[in-house]
């Protein structure tokens, strides 16, 4: 997944309320600020994008519940998404279309306005309820270092996400970066993404990476003993 440097004025205004066609997602959560392809061939989430295509090209994403379903109904989605812009879209030579999207902001289903064909939403805007201010400077310093040694451990994220999370000083939009970064289970995910007060993200965020860091220390003493004991027996 690749980043944009999205400005904060383009969230949509409190209280907006739209119609959307709806992509429904297996085994993924897209968070606002996430820019990421995703590859579609089923027959209603296609028609979903072309609709989508066809108005303002935007498109609202929730994931699903179970990532074997096939159809999934209303009842077999979350009730909290992302709406997102569409930035690309190719179709592939097997009929499936790659799709490059950019996540704007948290949107809750209001209702189903059509399940025929793709699904048909009304939506409305989730703004952030910062619970507490006091401490949260101090909150967002710590995340940001525990961050930095985490990704000293893990060599899966590229270093350069460490200059784009250490020039963020907005927590909300500091949680949503890392929570995509980042790779709990699904279901945590979605909680995250449903989580309107940002402290409360990133509270959550630390304690997950403070727990991965715990456990790549561990793997890493593993390998360092399993390598000293090779060496003895060569």
């Not at 303002?56 to 990532?67: R, T």
């Not at 959550?204 to 561990?218: A, G, K, N, T, Y």
């Amino acid at each position: 997944m690749i980043w944009k440097k999205t400005d904060d004025e383009q969230s949509a205004p409190k209280g907006d309320v739209r119609e959307l066609p709806l992509l429904p997602l297996r085994d993924i959560v897209v968070f606002p600020y996430m820019v990421i392809p995703l590859f579609v061939g089923r027959e209603r989430s296609v028609e979903a994008l072309m609709k989508a295509m066809q108005d303002n090209k935007e498109i609202f994403l929730v994931a699903q519940k179970s990532a074997k379903t096939n159809d999934p109904s209303p009842d077999d989605l979350w009730e909290v998404g992302t709406v997102a812009h569409i930035m690309q879209m190719l179709r592939l030579p097997d009929g499936t279309v790659k799709v490059l999207v950019e996540g704007k902001q948290r949107h809750r289903i209001r209702k189903f306005l059509s399940t025929e064909g793709h699904y048909q939403v009304q939506v409305e805007a989730i703004t952030d309820e910062v619970s507490d201010e006091e401490g949260l400077e101090g909150l967002v310093r710590s995340i940001k270092s525990t961050f930095e040694n985490y990704v000293k451990l893990e060599k899966r994220i590229p270093p350069e996400m460490l200059l784009t999370v250490g020039n963020i000083e907005e927590p909300s939009k500091l949680s949503d970066i890392l929570s995509a970064q980042l790779n709990p289970k699904l279901t945590e995910k979605q909680r995250l993404l449903e989580t309107v007060d940002p402290r409360r993200r990133l509270e959550e965020l630390l304690r997950f990476i403070q727990s991965e860091i715990e456990i790549l220390q561990v793997q890493k003493r593993i390998r360092s003993r399993v390598k000293k004991q090779m060496e003895k027996t060569q």
